[in-house]
């Protein structure tokens, strides 16, 4: 019983600890809120809602057509090889098979270590 | 959900400028306390802004702007730690608390131990730290953002606390109590 005790007191003790810690931590965090900040004008804040959709614009006509060209590329390759070269391309179905899989299961892999 | 959220969401610039600029303080000081940096908080603070912009479809309106505007914020910065690996130049991370020192002593503030103790910790627990005792989000909002589990946090946020007691020589007697007594028995 005096043992519960002493522990209950002890936890006590440990949690108004934190508290301090919490509570100075706290006090530090907010004179970073005392700090002036420098916010640009509403004309500067549109000129970059301008440029940014511009530019993502510009990335996704980019990557369409990389992408395209790719596919293309990929699946003229396929269909020469099936009616020209059968067996070059089962090989092809079965490497790319091999490369899927090993590629999923490294990259789980790494995020499982990196949630570690 | 809020007019000016609408319209940003149809494409209407200057709802997205309007936005921003009601935003951006409080963007920017959320950047610096968790990067130390205040140089470094402007940067994000415009890499969130586009990202958002990017992602604005994506946006439920369930909670505020402004949270969602720091989930982006605190992915970002993560993104950025794990690509330049700031986190082990300890040199690196030791300027970048310094920065903030010195904005502190040249507005006459004074330097508080528990930020230094902060600064030292790695990101992945300070930024916690910050949002669960600082901002008030849940153990669950931030495992959501920081794509963890809310037990993940709460030890990080744990541990992160005791790091910060040890740094501050808070409750060293009732732990040396602990240790004088184990070594006892």
């Known amino acids: 019983m005096k043992k519960q005790k002493v522990v209950i007191l002890d936890n006590e003790q440990q949690n108004k600890h934190d508290l301090d810690a919490i509570h100075k931590l706290q006090e530090g965090l907010s004179k970073v809120d005392q700090f002036p900040v420098y916010t640009p004008d509403l004309q500067w804040f549109e000129n970059m809602v301008i440029t940014e959709k511009e530019n993502s614009r510009k990335k996704l006509r980019k990557e369409l057509s990389l992408f395209l060209t790719i596919a293309l590329f990929i699946l003229s390759g396929i269909i020469v090889s099936f009616y020209q070269m059968p067996i070059v391309f089962l090989f092809i179905q079965i490497i790319t098979t091999i490369f899927i899989v090993f590629y999923t299961v490294t990259g789980f892999r790494r995020k499982v270590k990196i949630n570690e | ?185």
């Open chain 2, 1 to 185: 959900m809020d007019p000016l959220i609408k319209s940003a969401k149809e494409g209407d610039h200057l709802a997205f400028a309007m936005l921003f600029k009601e935003n951006y303080p409080f963007l920017v000081k959320y950047l610096m306390k968790i990067t130390m940096n205040p140089d470094i908080a402007e940067e994000l603070a415009q890499e969130t802004m586009a990202k958002c912009i990017q992602k604005i479809h994506l946006y439920n309106g369930q909670s505020k702007f402004s949270t969602w505007l720091i989930s982006i914020a605190t992915n970002a910065y993560i993104d950025q730690c794990r690509k330049q690996k700031r986190e082990n130049q300890w040199k690196g991370q030791e300027e970048v608390y310094r920065k903030l020192k010195w904005h502190f002593e040249s507005r006459n503030e004074e330097w508080n131990d528990a930020i230094e103790a902060l600064g030292k910790l790695p990101v992945d627990v300070r930024v916690p730290i910050v949002l669960k005792h600082y901002y008030g989000y849940s153990y669950d909002e931030i495992g959501a953002w920081m794509k963890i589990s809310s037990g993940t946090v709460k030890s990080r946020v744990h541990n992160g606390i005791l790091a910060v007691r040890r740094e501050l020589k808070l409750g060293e007697e009732t732990e040396g109590r602990h240790t004088r007594q184990r070594t006892t028995k």
